[in-house]
């Protein structure tokens, strides 16, 4: 029981943060995100996300990518890349935010 009750837990989980069902971060901390994905990001991926270093993150090229995926990439990374691992500076929830945000589009 104890197995099925963690797995249930972990897939409503995952269908939370794909689906948006998480929490909203607050008005203030969607600005510092914003400013976050503008100039830390935009510092490899170009200051209009167009790409640089790293690859574009416009809507366009983002919008078959599972959610999931670049939620995972935030997070973790790439390895033998420049992308670091944003684990411990961003939770889930944020990191599911920035997917929304980038593949709606970062207001210049």
Known sequence: M???????????????????ACA??????QEELINLVKHDCGSCHGLTLKGGLGSAL????????PDEDLIEIILEGLADTPMPPWEGQLSEEEAAWIVQLLKKGVRQ
Request: glycine letters at 10%; hydrophobic letters at 40%.
């Open 2 to 20: 104890k197995k099925f009750l963690t797995a249930s837990i972990g897939a409503m989980l995952t269908v939370m943060v794909v689906t948006g």
């Open 24 to 29: 909203t971060p607050t008005a203030g901390r």
């Open 58 to 65: 416009l809507p366009e090229q983002l919008t078959e990518r």
